[in-house]
C-alpha cells in the first residue's frame, strides 16, 4: 500500500511536517492536523488508511479522538505518538484499539517502518473482503532456461532439497532471480508445507532487524503491549530467506551464527531460550570474500554459509534463455491481464538479444510486461520496445568493464579531483573513512545531511563512524588552496587519496 492515506494529528508543527515529508518520500499520501477538531474533520472527508495521533491536542483528548474514530472504523490502525509516556496511558491506548505507541523524540525510520508493517497487517485482513479484483495475480515466477548454467542450477536446487542442507548461499547480481531460487529449494523439499518467510536485510533499520527476527516478550520496550513471535519463530519447520546478508550489521550476524551452532535463540526481553528448526538461504550480490578480508562480514559465518553455494549467472550470460524467457513471461501476463498475446516478433527478439541487460531478468520482465500493455494485436512488436525513454536502453552495449579513474562529484559542488590508484595499492577502508569525514565535513557536522549525500542510513553511517573512531576532524593544507578532511584517530600515511579542491 506505498499509495496509502495517512492522517497526521499533532499540533507540534515541525513534528508533522517532518513526519509528513519522510512519509510522501515513501509514496504515501499524507495529510496533517493541528487540532482534535481538525483531524476529525479530515478523518472524514480523507479518509484515511492509518493514523498518527498525538495523545495530547490543544482541545481533544488523543485517547477521546481515538475512540471517535474507531466507532467509525474499527479496522483503523491508529498509531500513538506522545511527549509524556506513562504506562498507564500506553495500557489505555492498546485496549481502546492503537497499534503501536512511541514517545517523543522518535526516529523517523523507526515510525515509517511500523507504519509499512501496519499497513500490510491491513491490507492481508482486507484482502477477503474485496469482491473482484482486475489483475488476476498468480504465483511467483518460475526458473525458466535450458542453458548449461541453467541446468547446472537447477541439479543444485534439487541437491539442496532433497538433502535437507540447513544452509545455502545464493550470490549473484541483482535481478537474476536470486529469490526464485530460495523459493524453488523450499517448494521442492520435505519443508514445502512449513512457512517461507523472506526478509530483506537492507530495508529494515538497524535498530528494528533483532526484534524483526527474533521478537519481543510483553514488556520489553516501551510500546511492546504484548508477546509477539520473530521471524525464526513463526518459520518453524520451514525456511527463512535472508537477502542481502551483506548488509546485515555485525551485531546480527553473531546472534545469527550462534542460532546455525544452537538452533536456539531468545526474543527482546525474553528469560528463556526458544527452540526453532529452520533452513536459512541467504542471498547476496556484493563480494563477501572481500567484506570477510575487509571486516565488514564475519568470517565464521561465511564459511558456514557457504557449506552450498549457488551462483546465479547474469543473464547477459546465457542470452540463449531469452526467448523461452520472454515466451514464459507472454504467457504469464496474458492471464495476469486477461490478454491473447500469442509471441514476440523477430524483429523485437533480435532486438532484446541484442542487448546486454544490466538489470538481468527483472529488467526483462518489466520491458516485456511494459510492451504487452502499449500492444493492441496479438504479437508482441520491436516498436513497442523502443519508445521515448526506451530507445536508448534497448539498444546493444557492451560488457560492462571497469571504469577507469575520473572524477567524483559530491554534492552541491564540492569536487573530488582525480583518484589514481597507487601502484602498491590502497585500504579500502581508508578511502571509506575520508568519504565519510568528507561527507561529514561538507554537512557542517550534521549526520542526516552527511547520510543523504553518501545514500546511506543514518543509523548506518552512524554504525561506520563508530567502527572507524569518527567523532573529530582535522584538515591539511595542500597545494592551490586544496584541503582534505581525515579522522583523526586514523590519519592516512604517505599518501592522500581525495582532495576537496576549492581553487
Not at 525510520?109 to 508493517?117: G, R, T
Not at 537474476?176 to 530495508?203: D, E, M, W
Not at 531468545?266 to 536459512?280: F, H, K, P
Amino acid at each position: 500500500m506505498s499509495n496509502a492515506k495517512i492522517l497526521i494529528a499533532d499540533d507540534e508543527h515541525l513534528i508533522s511536517s517532518m513526519l509528513a515529508l519522510q512519509l510522501g518520500r515513501v509514496g504515501y499520501v499524507v495529510e496533517t492536523a493541528a487540532s482534535g477538531k481538525e483531524a476529525l474533520q479530515k478523518f472524514h472527508d480523507f479518509k484515511p488508511d492509518l493514523v498518527i495521533l498525538d495523545l495530547h491536542l490543544p482541545d481533544i483528548y488523543g485517547l477521546e479522538l481515538l475512540v471517535m474514530m474507531r466507532e467509525s472504523d474499527d479496522t483503523l490502525p491508529v498509531v500513538i505518538i506522545t511527549a509524556n509516556i506513562m504506562a498507564d496511558s500506553a495500557v489505555n491506548a492498546f485496549k481502546l484499539g492503537a497499534v503501536n505507541f512511541f514517545g517523543k523524540p522518535f526516529e523517523m525510520d523507526v515510525i515509517v517502518h511500523a507504519v509499512a508493517k501496519c499497513l500490510k497487517e491491513k491490507q492481508i485482513d482486507d484482502v477477503e473482503s474485496i469482491p473482484t479484483v482486475r489483475r488476476n495475480v498468480t504465483t511467483q515466477d518460475q526458473m525458466i532456461g535450458n542453458s548449461p548454467k541453467m541446468v547446472e542450477i537447477s541439479k543444485l536446487v534439487y541437491a539442496c532439497a532433497s538433502t535437507d542442507a540447513r544452509t545455502v548461499l545464493v550470490s549473484g547480481e541483482s535481478g537474476t532471480g536470486k529469490g526464485l531460487v530460495a523459493q524453488a529449494i523450499h517448494q521442492y523439499s520435505a519443508r514445502a508445507s512449513a512457512p517461507f518467510i523472506a526478509v530483506n536485510c537492507a530495508a529494515i533499520p538497524e535498530s528494528l532487524i533483532e526484534n524483526e527476527l527474533f521478537g519481543h516478550d510483553r514488556g520489553a520496550y516501551t510500546d511492546a503491549g504484548k508477546k509477539q513471535k520473530g521471524i525464526f519463530e513463526q518459520a518453524n519447520g520451514g525456511t527463512v530467506f535472508l537477502d542481502e546478508i551483506g548488509d546485515m550489521p555485525l551485531a546480527m550476524q553473531t546472534k545469527l551464527l550462534n542460532i546455525l551452532e544452537t538452533k536456539r535463540f531468545r526474543r527482546l526481553g525474553g528469560e528463556a531460550d526458544v527452540e526453532t528448526d529452520v533452513r536459512i538461504i541467504a542471498a547476496t550480490n556484493q563480494d563477501l570474500v572481500k567484506m570477510v578480508a575487509d571486516g565488514r562480514f564475519r568470517g565464521d559465518l561465511y564459511y558456514r554459509l557457504n557449506m552450498m553455494n549457488i551462483c546465479v549467472p547474469a543473464l547477459r550470460k546465457r542470452l540463449e534463455d531469452i526467448p523461452a524467457m520472454v515466451q514464459y513471461f507472454i504467457e504469464r501476463l496474458n492471464a495476469e491481464y486477461g490478454r491473447r498475446i500469442k509471441r514476440a516478433s523477430s524483429e523485437a527478439m533480435e532486438k532484446l538479444l541484442a542487448y546486454s541487460w544490466p538489470g538481468n531478468v527483472r529488467e526483462l520482465r518489466n520491458v516485456v510486461e511494459r510492451a504487452m500493455m502499449l500492444e493492441k494485436g496479438n504479437v508482441l512488436m520491436h516498436f513497442h520496445l523502443c519508445e521515448e525513454s526506451n530507445q536508448a536502453r534497448l539498444t546493444p552495449s557492451p560488457e560492462p568493464q571497469s571504469p577507469e579513474p575520473t572524477v567524483l562529484a559530491a554534492e552541491k559542488g564540492h569536487r573530488f579531483a582525480g583518484f589514481q590508484l597507487p601502484p602498491e595499492g590502497i585500504s579500502f577502508e581508508e578511502v571509506e573513512k575520508q568519504l565519510i569525514a568528507l561527507a561529514l565535513e561538507s554537512a557542517s557536522g550534521n549526520q542526516s545531511r552527511a547520510a543523504k549525500i553518501l545514500k546511506m542510513s543514518r543509523d548506518t553511517l552512524r554504525y561506520r563512524m563508530k567502527k572507524y573512531g569518527i567523532s573529530e576532524f582535522m584538515y591539511q593544507d595542500l597545494d592551490c588552496e586544496q584541503k582534505v578532511a581525515v579522522p583523526v584517530k586514523s590519519k592516512p600515511e604517505g599518501y592522500t587519496v581525495f582532495k576537496w579542491a576549492s581553487c
